[in-house]
């Protein structure tokens, strides 16, 4: 029924090549089927002004694509001279689903930027960068306790996230971009391992559903991030 | 317990001034208790670019907030030279929340633009904001209609919104700014008269919640915005 | 004559709503016919680089019109990345006026920025801007004078402006928009209580007038300012 | 009494170079006393889109001040992104002023930028722009005429400009940078040959003036500008 | 004697990986050594305004490096707003070289962009991007004249660029990210096969050379060029 | 042959008018045949943050090109809020050419800025701008030494920079504009007194050329240079 030839309910292939650039102190290029994201984590030693002296460390995102990561060519936003409202929402997003299983007073005061950048789109870049970027915090940080520059872990619990969308009808789990671009509904989902929900962003533009349909898109969401969980327990392994 | 001394499933006043500014083709200016958002909705006739020849029209949003509509004077965004992302963010949602319930094709070729502009924020502004951009929407509507310029009503049904959260481990209704500065979880919903959800973006910085806890934010939220059709059908009759 | 059944001499009802928004220092919504204008005065406890550690404070000011204060909408500068020329020259003109009758060494080592928002425009928003900002500034002022925070008043004088044209050959006070799209020329005057004048704009694009001509403007506008300054005594009172 | 050692009256030494620079269709250097400022006229047969059609042309003016045309190094404005708001003021003003001379019918469906480049500042840059640019849309004027491309000389009048300010309490004529960064007040004032007023600014920043005080400025700048309207005669003949 | 212990006339490794990505028309992620950029070719059948109607095409190049594609994280251009006067330099560059080897009549009317997008430097970034962005115009090419949209191949000879250095008094051949940022002085060569000169850029900060040291960096050019001409070679067949 | 009848090693008229502004603590205006561009050098006691504490100063410039300096107007880089990257290019090459001759460590801690406007072109912009900007800077750093600022002279030797190209087949110095448009490949040399090469960038665009091309170009831009550092001689004795 799914274009792809997928279940309701299955994912797509998750790989991540953890290593992929040597210069952040964490990297990977994860992929969801076709939909490739390179996450590097970049340590530095000071803060934003407004967080400088409290004792605490800060984690942000920022997200880009390459021009011609997606069918027909974007323009450059470096060449436009500004960010688009999507990569700012997509770039706030990244950012806290990452605070949101960090605990920066055990940070220290440092900052950690996961750039995110989208090599080739096909659905879910940003699902897909929000996962693979804990692979590359989850490095750097391990970094950190390796040198001694910290000493208790402050990321103890794995973050995830995957869309869910209503085609034809039927709620499906990891949409690519043939079914994103025709399904009726369409919702992220960030969990945090163990059940908890860090964010939902479930948008209806053009269709609505009711809250028995917004459950088992959050169901459906769990199984795929189980999948993804299990993808970065063995990266980082 | 709240702050506010609300019970905890309890809107704040809601008041519409419809009419507030005498050029726009709808206006008013809706109250949530102290949080005030002057709405219009411009007609034009034509379209951007890439919507035309389509035979359908556009219904997009704009918001900003006044600098010192908040407790410490924010910069001007037109000084600065950029919007923010948060701004970015609430006026891409204002937009599909207001498209969700129009039917373009009977709108025409024509363009309604949504300004919401606060001036004074209390909490709860992109709440106020479509809530109250759907009366100035249902005002230039109802014009076009008088006028002979459209024959069936594009906007046959209501939409609005109002945030939850969970204040010291209780859910709660419609929170305003204390409450909000102290929320472990916030979530704003877009609902649709009858039942259906437009929107959630449900965001737990520094928390978590599980599935319960977002379907008790969810049913406040039913509870808020049957409040809400109320004002609206009281405004525009 | 007029179009708007006036006396050539007559100003439009002046209305003045003080703390129209809350945060602020100061505020008012002040209106001169069917102009509304948002002012508030924002006291900052910090100086520009370029004034610190001279023991003297500064007062500026920021202007700005809601997309739909004008007939047609007019674009969001904040969304077209910067200020037009005009805001600019407003925005300058504000913050000299009120410079004029501010004693700086008085005021001490602080800023207050006096915002202009223009909600509705039917000509005269900038006579009207610096009118309503003196009330904005002189109840922030004397906030600070009754928490002791200065000892002596900084604003020992009222400060007013007023726009006159010549309108089909005679020169008419206070124009309003239908008046100014159709004027010969056009002078806005800023003048202090007392006789004094701080500033004169006259401009005459497609006419121009002789130094008799230039005198009636004057005299005219020390009437209208005489009224402004009555419903500015009234205001704070 | 002057630190010029100037007559309260007297104006610096004007000279006007014409032909300065060869591509533009007229063009001179202008200088009074130590200020310069190379004034180009351009012609260009389009119009900006929301002239055309209406059987007339345009003229407009752009002014900008070298790096180190002052005193200390300012920075350059192409770098820094953004004109400043004094730029644009100017350059608007340079703009209404030609324009109150130029028959815009006569000109036909073209435009004529000026462009004013301070290449060295002493004070009254922009009466010595608006004062040049006439002597520049004079030259390039004539070349259409001369050229057959128009009939009628849509440019029969002069116009000029000269700054007055009260220094030391006595009114003096024509300041430069030393009497204007004491001055207590400051007007520019752009006449027209034969005695009609095209612009007034008058500025009391940290001061006042009163109608009589006014006048005596008035008077100055007549005198004034009649030395540049005898300058622009021999100029262009 | 160099760092990487190369011999002085000694490219690093080159790598072509062709068809990286799988939207673009062509592709390839080329590696001298451990610098590393994706290069593609976007089709576009319109050209820029200027280009329009003469019955030939364009092809242009953007540059850009990740932030993290370095030792130490750079700010995000897209994020500050501008691109930078490297950045720049070097995108004219690449569109240079490549339209040095392309008959633009041949191509016909439409436009095809090289973006270079650096994932990871130690050097040579814009020599590789060159080399790089040749492989991914020919595949774009070749599937233009697959598709009989061309007739007559546009792209008949190669072009390949490489830089060299003075390293403590030695001429040696592409230099890496060591010996760079210790050379006396440093050029890139853009050469064609078969021995033209398309460009060269030699650049002496801190020291100078003489005509027989830039003959003998042009002769290692020719060297290192040889290489990568046969590693083109090698891609696209 | 040549369109200006030069013979093919000859250089336009060189004139170099020292002390053309007053402010500035260096400044020429140079002219190679129309080709005039006004160089100041201003000297600032203060370094860019990344700079200081290194006991040793910097030298840059900065280029920019009045609007109708040219055959048919440009807009202003100012107005359209970005340099171009042509701008760039040139500035940094200019920022190069003068600090390859300059010992920072004998500057002391502060900046030289070096800003060429150019008033008229008609080819050979920024090589007359680096030609220009040594005099500049000369004088700049007399005036250090005079007034004791500095003990060692940092500017011992000379730097001049010249265009050559091949045009009709025939390698030529100088190249003005009618030359430029029409010529085969294109170098810019810049040269240091003695015989030294601090730039070289030979651009090939359409054409190419070979080893022994590039030679005989480098040997009349000696011939050109020694022209230049004559000028240089006299103006600054």
Known sequence: MRPSGR??????????????????????????????VLCTASIEERLPPWLRGKGEGWVTGEYSMLPRATHTRGSREAAKGKQSGRTQEIQRLIGRSLRAVTDLKKLGERQITLDCDVLQADGGTRTASISGAWVALRLAVQGLMDSGAIKEDPLTRKVAAVSCGIFKGTPVLDLDYDED?????????????GGQIAEVQATAEG???????????????????????????????
């Open 181 to 193: 671009s025709n399904a009726d509904a369409d919702a992220n989902f960030v969990l945090i391992e």
């Open 7 to 36: 279940a309701a309910d299955e994912m797509r292939a998750i790989t991540i090549e953890t290593g992929f650039t040597k210069h952040a102190e964490g990297s990977c290029l994860i992929s969801f089927g076709e939909t490739r």
């Open 207 to 237: 269709a609505t559903y009711d809250e028995e349909g917004l459950l088992r898109l959050l169901r459906l969401a769990r199984t795929g991030c189980d999948d993804i969980f299990k993808a970065q327990d063995a990266a980082v392994r």
